[in-house]
């Protein structure tokens, strides 16, 4: 749910829409709609309706984060991880321009980071993760996606089956093209997917900016909707929308990535503190 300016536009250049499918995250909907975080769109027909954040996708979640009283730093990498005193220690470089590394502390740690993130940083020391769990993280998989920003080279064109001046916009390649482009010459991949949307819309457009997106999609995820792991005598939780499995869905596979990772989300708050062996368990099967 990202969104970047250019030339005083702004794009969402992550998912476009979204939609519900538990009742958890249709009631959690309905509340944003309702306090203007989010909007449904007209009724396509054929499933649940679609839904993004207003006026932008990063504004749903940049609401959430203020309401929620959380601190959010930005700018920030994790660039290592250790236990000491039964506490996490998190070493991060903060800023742009002259990072510093400072190192935060804390008595559970979440990771809601793609698999391969999260696998680096766990093996950086020794005994922060279960072997079965980084073997667990190292088997998720996931689909690439070139997100390429675009605008009308003609700002007044307006392509004849509309009728209604074309606008900027987002033009997401798929898995295949994505994954053959991520690492080779991404300008010219984003000119030739713009020749293509050019060609479909009748209407000549330029690319504004080109964002790789290399884990998209996840396509092979967590079959559990949250992990808590004490191998390292502090809480370890791993949570995200590459969990995939949640009992709210009768249908998993139906869920899009913003519900799995709501759920998850919230399946990993009730994992966070005090807990038994037992109960642990029974959560990460």
Do not use: K
Not at 97 to 109: E, F, G, K, N, Y
């Amino acid at each position: 749910m990202a969104t970047r300016r250019a030339d005083d536009v702004a794009y969402d250049t992550g998912v476009p829409t979204f939609a519900a499918h538990s009742d958890t995250f249709r009631a959690a909907v309905a509340d944003w709609v309702a306090q203007g975080h989010a909007e449904e769109l007209p009724d396509a027909g054929g499933g649940a309706r679609r839904v993004r954040g207003r006026p932008t996708m990063r504004s749903l979640p940049t609401a959430l984060a203020e309401t929620s009283g959380a601190e959010v730093v930005l700018a920030t990498t994790v660039v290592g991880l250790d236990v000491t005193g039964g506490r996490w220690h998190v070493a991060v470089e903060e800023g742009r321009d002259a990072p510093s590394t400072t190192v935060r502390t804390a008595d559970v740690l979440v990771l809601t980071c793609p698999a391969p993130q999260a696998v680096t940083l766990l093996r950086g020391a020794p005994g922060l993760a279960d072997p079965a769990t980084l073997a667990r993280l190292e088997a998720v998989s996931y689909a690439p996606c070139l997100a390429v920003l675009a605008r009308p080279s003609d700002p007044a064109a307006m392509p004849a089956a509309t009728g209604v001046a074309a606008a900027p916009r987002t033009i997401l390649a798929d898995a295949t093209f994505s994954a053959a482009h991520l690492d080779g010459d991404r300008a010219a991949a984003a000119r030739y997917v713009a020749i293509r949307a050019s060609e479909q819309d009748g209407v000549a457009l330029e690319v504004v900016h080109v964002h790789g997106w290399r884990y998209a999609q996840v396509a092979r995820g967590l079959d559990v909707p949250a992990l808590r792991d004490d191998t390292a005598g502090a809480p370890l939780v791993i949570a995200g929308d590459l969990c995939t499995a949640h009992v709210e869905l009768p249908d998993p596979s139906s869920a899009e990535g913003v519900e799995r990772a709501f759920l998850s989300g919230r399946a990993a708050a009730a994992l966070v503190g005090p807990r038994s062996n037992e109960e642990a368990g029974r959560w990460n099967r």
